[in-house]
């Protein structure tokens, strides 16, 4: 058996080694994707506070980009709690999806004047969010990681079957020998800190494929729910009032802080359809991550209109949501992020490490040398000499 699993292990992490080698690497900058946004980026997203300066009307703010921008349409709001941060806007251009039709846009709160425009193509992490998840090829690719990421968790449980000691070599298979051959390191580095990530590993890699095949979605969504379909909770039918003359915005971030007392991003989501309320979402970081507590308000006037909490949310969608903050490793915070960083760079390494041991044993040995064998002359033996009753 250990011989199939063998043949498994190196064939298919030939066929997909590519793939994981690109899905990894991705994947190890967007755990930390905010983080080193705000560090690389943080004239975009943080601002000085002037000192007895107000910050003005998010609706005039809103106003004022939209001036500015006339081909886009308002795709969302984000408002962070802290006084130092920028607003930021994501702006579609019309109803195609795709980076190429987005545009991220930063306003600073007190002055009103826009910091930056980034095209949603050019910014990084859109970039490598779109290499992580489509190889930036579209559906195609997404097929081709989906299936990558299903093989992969086949080579985690085949590498674990592989790996397993015996009971007199379980304290060589537990550590790295540093000092040891190139050969044997690298093996070791496969195989060792394979094992001891590979939990979190297969985690990620179940996880992810949740987001490649619709039919992963659909049997959650049966097992918990009873509902082959995701159960997607549009905005309740609200349509706008135009020119109200209320500053509908800043009173549906005043209801929201009041509805929801807690600290959290609030995102304020703008639908494609007039006829739709407008969904905000407000972050509870007092739990773990990705949770989020919906309500629901009329364009113009900022009536309520609905609530969703997380709480009452269906056992599917807080499932899926589960799913994400952990193959994220954000579930709970920067101690399970770096945990998920390491997996993910061991992940990384796996495909050029198996691909040495590979060709090591590709390499044929030199054959031995000949030995020429001089052959004796037989000769007559006498009948009764020592060597003729020997051979007798």
Known sequence: MKKVFGWLHLWLGIASGLVVLIVAGTGSLLVFEDELEHVFMRSFFYVEVPANTAKQPLDNLTAYVQRENPKYKLGNITVEPEADRSVVYLLRKGKAKGSKNQLYVAV??????????????????????????FLCMGETG??????????????????????????????????????????????????????YVHIVLLVIGLTGIAWSFKWVNNLIYLALDGNTKQYKVPPPQSLPVKNSGIAYLDKIVATTNEKLPYEGTITIRFADNDSLSLATSKENRTRHANVNDFLYFQAGTAKLVQVRLYDNDSKANITRKWMYALHRGSIYGIPTKIISLIAALVAFSLPISGFLIWMGRKKKKKPAAKVNVVKAKALPLDKHSDASIQYQ
Request: hydrophobic residues 45%; charged residues 20%; positive net charge.
């Open 108 to 133: 600073n709160p007190y002055t009103g004047k826009i910091i930056e425009s980034i095209p949603g193509n050019k910014r990084f992490f859109t970039v490598v969010l779109d290499l992580h998840r």
């Open 142 to 195: 997404k097929l081709i990681t989906g299936i990558s990421c299903s093989i992969f968790v086949i080579l985690i449980l085949t590498g674990l079957i592989l790996w397993w000691p015996k009971r007199n070599a379980r304290k060589q298979r537990l550590r790295i020998k540093w000092d040891a051959s190139f050969k044997r390191l690298n093996w070791d580095l496969h195989a060792v800190s394979g094992f």
